[in-house]
């Protein structure tokens, strides 16, 4: 066969300008973008995965107090209703028990015993831009209704120290005492032990305090030098239940100094912004969460977190922190007794949602914080209507009824408003004892009383 001698056209070299590797760049691109989807995808799910596992173990920490949430909703029909005026208010009570049982029983006393060493009504109000935390005396001599015991068997209701109603019935004893002799309506209640308030003072790093002399109390575990200090764990312990080695001895100093150190407790924690940082967050809710028992509706993370935005929003000098008036049993000098008609005005201010002014405990208080003065002058004549002349003058208002009306159509008051009423020919309005908030010792929790020695 003949060979093909037709020429051939010859094969175009490739461009200088091309490169071989430029098809490929394409897929490497994709597949790292691929990658990199994928890892963040990962990091996502994981990060997801960790938070609910962190979430429901933070959650799964609470405990319910079922048996006080059961007893309470028997006893509705017995408990007091929201004012009007108390409308999207909230009333806690804080109950610090001296429970001896399990890890508590090192602090001696009978193993399962147990009494509302501290209990605090803490008011947040409707618009919460103000807090009032309210002691109550563990000693003060009150009616405590009759109440369910833990094995079934009802006690009776008598007169007693406050603190015997935890004992008797735990926290639906206390809680039904508290709203019979303030009639507040209360919403939640929060417990704490001993251990678990030793927790949640760890939690935060420890709580400064001042020490104008040196502790040496064996009983409460406490041995500390004057100055400022500040208390971890054990020490914070023994510093808040120290009572018969501090000042008299008496429990309205402890309740005193439990206020101080709450109070510094949240300086601290707003100051530092505890609230704000995740990595320090999370310890504080961990101790928080696993130190206390809880009634239904706040025995979720959501409902204390909720909680804790409420309160990290209120300036700490419109927290205030105060003790019911209280003055010795005239019985018992022992036992204590309220201050009337000062605790019922207490009480009726928190019920209607109106704030509390304080004055440093031991200040005498102002003459027209205790009563006010007025001059009324007035002459009316007629039936139902009069005509005169008159002046009040005056500042403040009486904790007691001011006068009655002289006569129809003229009066006298023991303040401004009602010498102008008597001015003007009407009656003089008398003030409402329970109504009238006079100024109470206390202090605002951005006092620091390290600046005051």
């Known amino acids: 066969m003949a060979e093909d001698d037709t020429a051939h056209p010859p094969t175009d070299p490739p461009p200088t300008d091309a490169h071989p590797s430029e098809p490929g760049r394409p897929r490497r691109r994709r597949r790292w973008l691929m990658i990199t989807a994928g890892v963040v995808a990962f990091l996502l799910v994981a990060t997801g995965a960790l938070l609910w596992i962190a979430y429901r173990k933070l959650d799964g920490n609470i405990r319910t107090d079922s048996a006080t949430d059961r007893l309470l909703a028997q006893l509705e029909a017995e408990r007091p209703s929201r004012t009007a005026g108390a409308k999207g208010s909230e009333n806690i009570l804080l109950i610090g028990s001296d429970d001896r049982s399990g890890t508590n029983s090192s602090y001696g006393g009978e193993p399962g015993t147990q009494r509302s060493d501290t209990t605090i009504l803490l008011h947040l109000a409707a618009d919460r831009k103000h807090a009032t935390a309210v002691s109550i005396p563990r000693d003060v001599m009150v009616t405590v209704p009759a109440c369910e015991k833990s094995d079934g068997t009802r006690s009776k209701a008598g007169l007693m120290q406050f603190n015997w109603a ?158 019911a008036p209280r003055r010795p049993y005239r019985y018992d000098s022992d036992r204590d007794e309220f201050v009337q008609p000062q605790t019922t005005q207490l009480f009726t201010a928190l019920r209607d949602d109106r704030s509390v002014a304080v004055r440093p405990p031991g200040s005498a208080p102002s003459p027209g914080a205790v009563a006010g003065a007025g001059v009324g002058v007035g002459a009316g004549v007629g039936v139902g209507a009069g005509v005169g002349v008159g002046a009040g003058v005056g500042a403040g208002a009486s904790p007691s009824p001011s006068p009655s009306p002289v006569a129809a159509g003229a009066g006298a008051g023991s303040d401004g408003a009602a010498g102008a009423a008597g001015a003007a020919g009407a009656p003089a309005k008398a003030s409402p004892s329970a109504d009238a908030s006079p100024t109470f010792e206390g202090r605002t929790a951005d006092v620091d009383a390290c600046a005051q020695h």
Request: glycine share 10%.
């Open 166 to 323: 935890f004992e008797m019935g735990g926290a639906a004893c206390s809680i039904r005492a508290v709203e019979q002799l303030s009639g507040i309506r209360i919403d939640h209640y929060v417990i704490l032990d001993f251990n678990g308030f030793k927790t949640m003072v760890n939690a935060i790093g420890g709580v400064e305090v001042c020490v104008p002399q040196a502790i040496h109390d064996k009983d409460a575990r406490l041995d500390l030098p004057a100055g400022r200090q500040t208390l971890h764990g054990e020490q914070a312990l023994g510093y808040v239940r120290a009572r018969e080695s501090l000042g008299d001895g008496s429990d309205t100093q402890r309740m005193g100094r439990q206020q101080q150190f709450l109070a510094a407790l949240i300086r601290k924690v707003q100051s530092q912004g505890v609230l704000l940082n995740p990595a320090r967050l999370w310890p504080v809710l961990d101790a928080a969460t696993s130190s206390v028992k809880a009634d239904g509706g706040l025995s979720s993370l959501g409902a204390l977190y909720d909680l804790t935005q409420d309160l990290r929003d209120i300036p700490s000098a419109d927290v205030v922190l105060l003790t």
